[in-house]
């Protein structure tokens, strides 16, 4: 479906909802449920999503409209909140929409609201859909437990935990994972809570259940893993003997895994868990693994975009296990065949699920754009470059030519590709960083000389100044601003690294390329690169910052290096960190977006939601202490008594925490309040900006349509003008139009006259014709009939010749069968008096047994006689059959015979009336 048909139809759905929220009658919810039953179909699943995605204004003010439907549940039906939750489930299968959801939307707490109103008897279909909504909108997401919607949705989940009876057990432990990772302040909650030691023994009944499914093994392990890893408790779960059952576990679900998140929640598990080395080296000795993680190779061509990012994503994790790598690269290379490589170019062409082998189906998704595929390219560059990594670094022997003919035409495609950076359909941040993952890979396969060889020949320099020449004309980093200062998607640092990198890989083939390293060396020494290499200097990344700094000790052996610009802008780099970590200090209440945007040190611990509780009290706690530590040393008062200044204290320090707790409320009700001011001003200045847009083409609108209508008027006085002149020429052939159809009736008069003759004529000269070729036809028939009378004659006399010499020939064999039947009637006769005779013997044979052997002679020459008799009596049956077969033969041949001979005499006939006809005829006309 097009863009224009998807805005009519948010257009008009919007126009329902405002009815509806204006007079909440049934016709107005009837209108906006069928517009919501078209958007669930337009939004189903493996429909694109890219039109819905928050940034376009048509969207955001559809999902701000229903969002603010569903604030009002009290006055909504239960089956329209549904639908919007359904539309809302649907759009959060795009990464984007749901971060915005939670983020932008504050989708949260309205969820929340409607379990807390509609749960409180017992568990509905509403209910659910709010539970699955919930859990796939807060993954990923940390939650602020000072919420008080967080503290309800934290005592619903542990209520319906604990209750084995309810249906919505498994949600709500899916829910649980999401909020306990990686949030230390629900980790503490739960461990503090008073039925704890209920929780825990539920968990661990649906870890150790055998009824249990698999999900709930999942979520429960990924709960205990979250909050009691490393409690002395709980050692027991994750002893070496248990962990193969739960490694058993975890890989079942993510290859049988019936959805998209439970997967997710398996893969998390996996990289959770991986973190402990123990967990490492018992993983690298399962017995089970290699088995595993073949069956999770073939996964990769059968799998879709989402799916196959989790299967990398663990891929890459196992890789960094020591020992598992080499297994992976091992399983991959097994099922690869290089002797038919000349159709990996079409299986590359064709869909991903075609391909078999796991290698040739990763390189598949590598080629793929990061507009359609989201980060499964990304992913699937890392893996091939670890494999890769292992392979070259390992010394293992490979036809590596025939890798790089497989793998080099896909780097070169994706690094020579363009970045268009004023459309919305890219996203230039993905192209960029699959842009730096190929040049990594390029940079890994170079170490092995027949893959540089044919990378020496494929590539040319021009690959390289075009990297870096869009790169120098379109970062944000020559502009020395910070990234909260623009606006749109920030990609200034993915192109500093694909500068890097670029210089990095060119440094490896200077030396095998003509004229490469004269480009490298002037492209170190240009000015316009330093802003990349202080970035790189700078950067948060390991291996950016080391690649960066052999990029400048090898520049500064050139001679116009310019060290002094390179020193002056990391200066400058740092103070401007230096001022946005100041501003988050002492600014925290800022808009969200500025807190991914701007990535403050580790001095300020602040989370994503923007708690700051810690850091801003960080001065009072350090006062206190101070106070406690010289209480404790032994601070002399003379006056006093020292527990009634410890009561004093006590009673101040109390004091704080209540002002702090107070203050720390009002902080986040504010950040509430300014994050839906944000959104609202958001979206008042998007919708402000189309409207300006719409005015300024209205304005050109309407200058075109006062200058169309200028040219029409002076068209008009022309035609005008030409009317007139028109109108005297009109006249002037009327009249001569008058006279023209006197002569033209005149002329029509004789006309008639003339064609009466004419026709006349010619009909008079067709009858003529006819009747001279009716005489011709009728001559040639009498000449062609006498001849054919002729002929027949002849043939009636041959046939009358035949037929006597047939009939003499049929008499002859009539007597001969006649005689033959004779003999033929003496045989059986004979015959018959064998059998009598053959008959006695037998009687004879059975009274004389004691004298068998004197007769056997006398019995044997009889039998030689009754088979001769019999052999000669076959022959002559065959003789007479032979003779009857000839005879109906014969009898054939006659009655064709005759019927010849009536046809020719009814050709006789008819042609003796005929010509009797004709000379009837003949006379007549002679006469």
């Known amino acids: 479906m097009e863009n224009m048909e998807k805005a009519s139809i948010i257009k008009t759905a919007i126009m329902a909802a405002n009815q509806y929220i204006y007079s909440k009658n049934n016709s107005n919810m009837i209108l906006f449920q069928h517009q919501l039953d078209v958007l ?102 940390k939650m602020v437990l000072q919420e008080s919607y967080v503290q309800d949705l934290l005592d619903f989940i542990i209520q319906h935990i604990t209750d084995p009876a309810e249906d919505c057990t498994q949600v709500c432990l899916g829910l649980l994972v999401n909020l306990c990772k990686d949030n230390f302040a629900v980790q503490t909650h739960l461990k503090n809570l008073e039925n704890s030691k209920r929780l825990k023994r539920t968990l661990l009944k649906h870890i150790s259940g055998s009824e249990s ?28 003997s248990n962990l193969n059952p739960m490694f058993q576990s975890i890989f079942n679900i993510i290859l049988k895994g019936e959805t998209g998140m439970s997967r997710r929640y398996g893969v998390d598990l996996f990289k959770e868990i991986l973190k402990d080395g123990q967990i490492q080296s018992t993983l690298s000795k399962f017995s089970h693994l290699s088995a595993y993680i073949d069956a999770i190779l073939k996964l990769i061509p059968a799998s879709s975009t989402e799916t196959v990012v989790m299967i990398f994503e663990l891929l890459l994790c196992f890789c960094s296990i020591e020992g598992v790598r080499s297994r992976i690269s091992r399983s991959v290379l097994s099922t690869l065949d290089f002797n038919g490589r000349q159709q990996f170019s ?60 497989l793998i080099l035409p896909v780097l070169l495609s994706s690094l020579s590709s363009e970045i268009d950076i004023d459309t919305d359909l890219c996203v230039p941040r993905k192209h960029c960083k699959k842009k730096v993952k190929s040049l990594q890979l390029l940079s890994v396969l170079s170490g092995e000389d027949d893959i540089r060889k044919k990378m020496v020949a494929m590539l040319s320099p021009s690959v390289y100044t075009q990297l870096l020449d869009f790169q120098l004309i379109n970062n944000r980093v020559t502009l020395h601003v910070s990234k909260v200062s623009l606006g749109g998607e920030d990609w200034s640092e993915e192109g500093v690294h694909i500068v890097i990198f670029c210089m990095e890989l060119m440094s490896k083939l200077r030396k095998y390329m003509p004229n490469l390293d004269g480009l490298f060396c002037s492209l170190l020494q240009d000015n316009k690169l330093v802003p990349f290499l202080s970035a790189g200097l700078t950067s948060a990344d390991r291996t950016v910052v080391q690649t960066a700094l052999q990029l400048f000790t090898f520049g500064t052996s050139l001679d116009a290096f310019p060290t002094v610009l390179i020193g002056d802008s990391m200066a400058s780099c740092n103070a401007r960190k230096r001022e946005m970590t100041e501003n988050v200090g002492s600014t925290p209440l800022t808009l969200g977006s500025t807190f991914k945007s701007m990535q403050p040190p580790v001095s300020l611990s602040h989370n994503h939601n923007g708690d700051f509780s810690r850091s801003s009290n960080s001065d009072q706690d350090a006062s206190v202490q101070s106070i406690i530590e010289k209480m404790q040393t032994g601070l002399e008062v003379k006056d006093i008594n020292r527990s009634e200044i410890i009561d004093i204290y006590e009673h101040k320090i109390q004091a704080f925490q209540t002002k702090e707790n107070h203050l720390q409320d009002l902080l986040d009700a504010k950040t509430l309040a300014l994050s839906q001011a944000d959104r609202l001003i958001a979206q008042y200045r998007s919708r402000r900006a189309q409207y300006e847009a719409e005015a300024h083409k209205m304005r050109k609108l309407l200058k075109d349509s006062e200058l169309q209508s200028e040219e029409h008027r002076e068209r008009l ?86 037929l006597s010499k047939l009939q003499e020939e049929r008499k002859q064999l009539s007597k001969q069968l006649k005689e033959k039947e004779t003999k033929l009637h003496e045989l059986t006769k004979t015959h018959s008096k064998l059998e009598s005779k053959y008959e006695k013997a037998e009687k004879e044979r059975a009274e004389l047994e004691t004298g068998l052997d004197k007769m056997r002679d006398t019995l044997n020459k009889t039998e030689q006689t009754r088979k001769q008799f019999q052999q000669q009596v076959s022959s002559l049956e065959l003789v007479c059959k032979q003779h009857e077969a000839d005879l109906l033969s014969k009898d054939e041949q006659i009655k064709e015979l005759s019927t010849q001979l009536e046809k020719h005499t009814q050709i006789a006939a008819l042609i003796h009336s005929l010509s009797s006809g004709k000379s009837e005829s003949g006379a007549s006309v002679a006469k």
Request: proline letters at 3%.
């Open 40 to 141: 669930l179909g337009i939004t189903s699943r493996g429909s694109d999503l890219k039109f819905f995605h928050p940034r376009n204004l048509l969207p955001t003010e559809c999902l701000t409209v229903i969002i603010d439907i569903m604030r009002e549940t009290g006055e909504i039906k239960p089956s329209l909140i549904i639908k919007c939750l359904q539309l809302l489930r649907n759009l959060a299968a795009d990464k984007d929409i749901r971060e915005s959801l939670h983020e932008s939307f504050n989708l949260t707490p309205v969820l929340v609201d409607i379990i807390k109103h509609t749960c409180s008897s017992a568990v509905n279909s509403l209910c659910m859909e709010s539970l699955h909504l919930l859990q796939r909108i807060t993954y990923g997401h």
């Open 346 to 405: 079409d299986m590359l062409i064709g869909p991903v699920n075609q391909v078999k082998e796991p290698l040739l189906a990763t390189v598949h998704w590598a080629q793929q754009s990061p507009d359609t595929h989201d980060e499964a390219p990304l992913y699937a560059l890392d893996f091939l470059t670890e494999i890769y990594e292992e392979l070259i670094y390992s010394n293992t022997r490979v036809k590596y030519s025939a890798h790089a003919d």
């Open 213 to 240: 499914n698999l999900d709930f093994i999942i979520y429960s392990i990924s709960v205990v893993t979250s909050v009691w890893l490393h409690d002395q408790e709980y050692d027991m779960v994750f002893k070496p």
């Open 717 to 802: 006085n022309d035609i005008m003008l030409q009317k007139e002149k028109l109108s005297v020429e009109l006249e002037q052939l009327s009249q001569e139009y008058q006279k023209l159809e006197h002569i033209s009736e005149e002329h029509q008069h004789l006309s008639a006259a003339y064609s009466d003759i004419t026709d006349r004529y010619e009909s008079s000269q067709k009858t003529l014709l006819s009747l001279k070729q009716e005489l011709k036809t009728l001559t040639e028939m009498h000449e062609i009939l006498q001849k054919h009378n002729e002929s027949l004659k002849q043939q009636h006399d041959l046939a009358s010749e035949q």
